[in-house]
């Protein structure tokens, strides 16, 4: 079973083109691994990033670097995951 | 263990077998109504079954209904479960849903990615794709949103085995849209697709393999204006609506843009509900309000393509 321990989703505010253009850009670089869980539509439209831990900290000086404003949505994924299953057992029983 | 559909806990996530075995209790419990088909095998050989409601007659026109194409998107096969039942529960008691079933059947196959839908269970939560084997590469998996012959093959997508957006080597290539192809084609008055995603709140219709607005992107517009508008009427949840290129970004190979250049007029995809910090890992706590808010938005689409014909 694949484990996420660490892996952060950021959601990512994109406030021109050029940023976009930018993300786009970090999204097409294979080693890092990330995912667009939602998309980049247009400046100002949130965009939610899954970033493995391995990758956390190349993302994140990438993103600050070009004053790109991002949260923490989902601090570590794998907690979220251990509390669904934790849910569905729970539930089933 | 006596089965009982009275029992089925609608406000859970449910594993594949859980799923398909409460299928089997909604045919068993209303035989005149439901009936299940199975409509091919996906690549790891699981049945892709299509629960069929329809009231009699031969070759209706039919409303097509998907949830789940992406597996890890696990409120949209819990809002078909959830919905499946509320047709049933509604024929004969709601004016809308007993008229569009005199006159129309309805397809809707809730677990359209079974595959996935199993490794999000055992392996990988976070699993998009299909779980079929790339030749050449050693990553797995396509996405069947992106392997429709529309636009196949274009910038929108992704020729990268590795991608989380893979088209796959050719157009259908998958098991799992090749056999809704094949059942659409061959059913062959299918007026309406209607396939569900989430997350993002979105309403959206062709195209996305291109920027041209459909013929009917008026008629479209305007009906997925009501719906979206009758969506936030529940819980006030906001919904951006329009062709998937203009609203978000260019898609090709998407389910829609082939229902629609296949003559399904009334094609429309959802991005159901987010809110606004989990994503596809929504607590089971917001099942019930995300199915409950979609269906008004459903149903005035399901009642639009029962009242005009073509």
Partial sequence: E????????L???????????????LGEQAELQIDFWRDLTGPGHPADLWVPFPSLQAVKIFLEFHSISYSVMIEDVQALLDEEKKNMTRSRR | IQRSISTFDFASYHTLEEIYDWMDMLVDDHPNLVSKIQIGQSYENRPLYVLKFSTGGSNRPAIWLDTGIHSREWITQAT?????????????QDPSVTAILDSMDIFFEIITNPDGFVFTHSSNRLWRKTRSINAGSSCVGVDPNRNWDAGFGGSGSSSDPCSET?????????????????FIRSHGNVKSVISIHSYSQMLLFPYG???TPAAHHQELNELA????????????TKYAYGSVADTIYLADGTTVDWAYDNGVKYSFTFELRDT??????????????TATETWPALLDIMVHVLEHPY
């Avoid at chain 2, 259908?172 to 094949?182: F, M, N, P, Q, T």
């Fill in chain 2, 166 to 182: 893979y088209r796959g080597p050719y157009a259908h290539s998958e098991s799992e849209v090749k056999a809704i192809v094949d």
């Fill in chain 1, 11 to 25: 959601r990512i505010t994109a406030s021109n083109e050029e940023q976009i253009t930018l993300l786009r850009v």
């Fill in chain 1, 2 to 9: 694949q484990l996420f321990r660490g892996d952060q989703v």
């Fill in chain 2, 209 to 211: 393999y291109k920027r």
């Fill in chain 2, 80 to 92: 078909g479960v959830w919905t499946a039942n509320k047709i049933v529960k509604e024929y004969g």
């Fill in chain 2, 276 to 289: 606004g910090r989990y994503g596809f890992l929504l607590p089971s706590t917001q099942i019930i309000p």
């Fill in chain 2, 225 to 236: 204006k009501k719906a979206v508008s009758d969506l936030a009427a529940m819980y006030g």
